[in-house]
């Protein structure tokens, strides 16, 4: 009797054993390789603002104003990195609503070296301080681009205090809208994939599709500027002086650095190391290729010369347009998109811009605005399956889903239309604001002399 007790005892010690493990499910490990690269990609998309992006604009404008625009570029990443880390991030990927998320994270709070953050793929996981400082870099560099708007004539507070009020009220929603969801492993079956789709950010629920920011970052940030730069006001002397880069070989580095920087802006947005990660890669390579030809062909055409100053403007064109397509469109869709996006952007800085007469100095709308829509718009056609593409994933099927073309371009269109709108309004009241406050603009004298010296007391060069 006492054997047949034992042996009842030990099965079910074993049977409630079986349980507390089937309950007890092994906590999700991150691969080492994906964190290998997720830092790397941070890394790289630091060395496309600081300083790729700083050298690409500071070649572009007069030497006597050289520093300021470094300076703009690399305090303007500072400062950023720090609101990321106090309240952007919160506001940015934690649950809210539609268009805010909430402050459950603010000051980092509850994040451990311990604590995870989805990737694109069931069950697969990084470390969330990795994702925090990686799209802390996005965050920093978006502003930044601005400044090319505005450059050589505004007061260096402005810009910060300006900053700071975008950064809060467009940047911080736009991420919200596009990039928040619940993650993969939240789509289990439809009724749940319609809880969790409900929790999303706003243009996420519209199906927009933006890989690495096409909408969040280059849309945004070329509204803005087209804004800054009709209420600014032109530079002294536009269409009357001689005003012309001071150093295409800073510019061209800076272009090279930027190229080079986005492959960690573009493959680091699929968050591992993958198959995904090799086709955004390639087509990030292809698209800037093509864009750069496209432009230098344009021009060729139209002037009877091709310039550097040109191709390197092509080739910022093409990582541009393919930044929301990179995950979606094959590489033929890719080389399109960048022929397109060099052509078009090369008449919007020239054609484009005479016709309205707005003075934006470095070309931010006519690149990063018009680029951005281009891509956006593009990816809706380019994901599909027909063309190339590789649709859209299914996480309920946990397979490619059908593809509609017109209902994605719709989507898309969504996108742009709600960025164009929040971006342009925000950036109105937020430049009046610091108008109101500290002025935005120099004095004549002031920027006759030159922003390096007056503003920072410095000059970049010792003739």
Request: with cysteine.
């Amino acid at each position: 009797m006492k054997r047949i007790q034992i042996a009842l005892f030990l099965f079910m010690s074993l049977c409630f054993t079986g349980i507390a493990f089937a309950e007890e499910a092994p906590a999700p490990v991150p691969d080492k390789g994906d964190v290998a690269w997720m830092i790397v990609a941070t890394v790289l998309v630091i060395l496309m603002t600081i300083p790729g992006l700083a050298l690409f604009y500071s070649g572009m404008v007069r030497a006597k104003n050289t520093l300021s625009v470094l300076m703009q570029v690399f305090v303007i990443f500072s400062l950023m990195a720090l609101l990321w880390a106090i309240y952007g991030y919160s506001i940015a990927f934690t649950e809210g609503n539609a268009f805010f998320g909430g402050f459950s994270k603010l000051f980092l709070k509850g994040v451990t070296p311990e604590s995870l953050a989805g990737t694109f793929s069931k069950g697969v996981y990084v470390p969330e301080y990795v994702y925090i400082v990686f799209q802390a870099t996005f965050a920093g560099i978006t502003p930044a681009l601005i400044v090319g708007s505005f450059a050589e004539r505004v007061k260096f507070s402005a810009v910060l205090l300006f900053m700071v009020l975008w950064f809060t009220f467009s940047y911080l929603p736009m991420a919200h809208m596009v990039w928040f969801w619940a993650g993969p492993d939240a789509y289990t079956d439809a009724a749940a994939a319609e809880a969790a789709g409900a929790t999303a950010g706003f243009l996420f629920q519209k199906g927009a599709l933006d890989f690495a920011g096409g909408t969040v970052v280059h849309i945004n940030a070329g509204i803005a500027g087209l804004i800054g730069c009709l209420l600014i006001g032109k530079r002294i002397g536009y269409k009357k002086e001689f005003i012309a880069p001071h150093s295409v070989t800073m510019t061209m580095i800076g272009a090279s650095l930027l190229w080079v920087g986005w492959f960690g802006f573009n493959v680091g947005s699929n968050l591992e190391a993958n198959g995904i990660a090799a086709l955004v890669f390639a087509n990030t390579l292809l698209a800037t290729a093509a864009a750069t030809l496209a432009w230098m062909s344009a021009e060729w055409l139209a002037r009877g010369k091709p310039s550097m100053l040109g191709a390197a403007s092509g080739a910022v064109a093409g990582l541009v347009a393919i930044t929301p397509a990179c995950g979606f469109v094959g590489p033929m869709g890719s080389i399109v998109l960048g022929l397109i996006a060099g052509a078009v952007c090369f008449w919007a800085v020239t054609s484009l811009k005479n016709i309205l007469g707005y003075d934006d100095s470095l070309d931010v709308f006519g690149v990063h605005g018009i680029g951005g829509i281009i891509g956006a718009l593009g990816t809706g056609i380019f994901a599909s399956p027909d063309l190339g593409g590789a649709g859209v994933y299914d996480y309920v099927a946990n397979a490619v889903g059908e593809y509609d073309m017109m209902a994605q371009v719709i989507s898309q269109a969504w996108g742009v239309g709600t960025v164009v709108i929040w971006s342009g309004v925000v950036s109105l009241i937020a430049y009046k604001i610091v108008d109101m406050l500290i002025g935005l603009r120099v004095t004549e004298e002031i920027e006759r002399q030159g922003l390096d010296t007056t503003e920072h007391g410095e000059t970049a060069y010792h003739l």
